[in-house]
Every structure is written in C-alpha cells, then in structure tokens.
C-alpha cells in the first residue's frame, strides 16, 4: 500500500522560506518521478515541480528559481524548498506519483504580506 505524508507547511511572511517534505511508503521515490502540486483557495489544482527517477527537474513557470525539489533516497522522502516566498504561493500543497497516480493529503502554506 503507497502511502505518502506531506509536512512542513505553515505560515510565513513574504519573502521567507518553508521546506515542505513529502515521506513514502510502499513505494521506491528514487525508483519513480514524484511532483508537487498545490491548490489555492476557489482554484484548480496546478503543476509545482517534478523531479524524474533519472534526476531531472521541471518547474511551473511561477516557481521557477524560487523552488527547488530534491530526494533523499536514504530517507524514501521528496522535498520541496521554497524560497522568496509570496501570498500567491498561499495554497495546500500536494504529493503525488507518476506512472501509477497516488496522492498525499496535502500540508498548508500561508504567507502573509
């Protein structure tokens, strides 16, 4: 059974920085391409970041250079930093997995101007 748990998320003021992690089970996060998502209040879900099984990254065009997504395959857990963080960033933020989709069940991040 895959079970992935987000953490990290809370408030902070703009311009400050969260690392948000994402811990899994029953599923090899080196082996897999893992991504988050977030999903502001009164929007759709969107596209953060993915980070391939080979290494290679990819970022939504309003996070790029702000986020950086990492594993630690000692620890099976996907990270997500975030820096320069703005009120627009203020949404749950999500795990998944590709290939065969599984979902976190998201942390919050609020920034406060």
């Known amino acids: 059974q895959v079970q992935l748990v987000e953490s990290g998320g809370g408030w902070v003021q703009a311009g400050g920085s969260l690392r948000l992690s994402c811990a899994a089970s029953?599923?090899?996060?080196?082996?897999?391409?893992m991504g988050w998502y977030r999903q502001a209040p009164g929007k759709q879900r969107e596209f953060v970041a993915i980070?391939?099984?080979?290494?290679?990254?990819n970022y939504a065009d309003s996070v790029k250079g702000r986020f950086t997504i990492s594993r630690d395959n000692a620890k099976n857990t996907v990270y997500l930093q975030m820096n320069s963080l703005q009120p627009e960033d203020t949404a749950d933020y999500y795990c998944?997995?590709?290939?065969?989709?599984?979902w976190g069940k998201g942390t919050l991040v609020t920034v406060s101007s």
């Open positions: 980070l391939a099984s080979n290494g290679g990254t």
């Open positions: 029953g599923i090899i996060v080196s082996r897999n391409a």
């Open positions: 998944r997995t590709y290939g065969v989709e599984y």
